[in-house]
């Protein structure tokens, strides 16, 4: 699909307090009614998982963060809260309803949001003016995809990231790891049980061309 990039309206500023936490949860659960296979589970992530899988970023040297799946922002606001201020959030989800949420809810200059899949994230890299990127995140429900979109989403982030970057993944099963193994030099994972339902964290880092060598 042709990318969509997301234009923020000035002054707008996001919305928050309660309103905003049920206008979410509707738009979360609407979407998961209508496309379960995409979204893979009807309740949000935790603050917890948010929180660890985030941990494991190294953001003083993060100049490009690329998020598959954003949906409506649960890693894209405390991602952005940790961003530097001269790197930027690529956010790339393939539900038209989910984009248009977060163009209205996010106005940050470091955030772009396109329509399309993850399996073209490299064209996405280049068209937001970047190389490669230093982390890649999804949430994106591996064992659902049509057989073959997995293992090309796989391979063309492992290229997409610089040497040292990491694709973190958090999951609710260790299916993706199949993909990964193949093609990334190093796949880790871990459970967290404080996750409705306890969820996988899966990092898999491209290594130092030195180290390949090695």
Not at 61 to 71: A, D, K, S, W
Not at 75 to 103: G, H, K, Q, S, W
Not at 135 to 155: E, K
Request: with cysteine.
């Amino acid at each position: 699909m042709a990318s969509i990039p997301v234009k923020k309206t000035k002054g707008k500023g996001e919305k928050g307090g309660v309103r905003s936490f049920f206008s979410q949860w509707r738009m979360f659960f609407r979407q998961f009614v209508k496309h379960p296979g995409m979204i893979g589970s009807v309740i949000p992530s935790s603050a917890t998982l948010v929180d660890r899988m985030l941990d494991q970023v190294d953001w003083r040297n993060t100049r490009l963060f690329v998020e598959y799946g954003p949906g409506v922002g649960t890693f894209t606001r405390p991602i952005l809260d940790r961003l530097p201020a001269d790197a930027t959030l690529l956010a790339i989800d393939v539900n038209l309803d989910f984009v248009a949420y977060l163009e209205a809810e996010i106005d940050d200059p470091r955030l772009r949001v396109v329509h399309g899949s993850a399996a073209d994230v490299r064209r996405f890299i280049k068209e937001a003016g970047h190389y490669q990127a230093d982390y890649v995140l999804s949430g994106i429900p591996f064992s659902t995809l049509p057989d073959g979109v997995g293992a090309a989403i796989c391979a063309e982030t492992r290229t997409a990231l610089r040497s040292g970057g990491a694709f973190l993944i958090y999951q609710y099963s260790r299916y993706v790891c199949r993909m990964l193994t193949p093609v990334f030099e190093d796949v880790s994972d871990s459970l967290e049980w404080r996750n409705i339902p306890p969820c996988r964290m899966i990092r898999a880092v491209k290594q130092e061309a030195l180290a390949q060598a090695a």
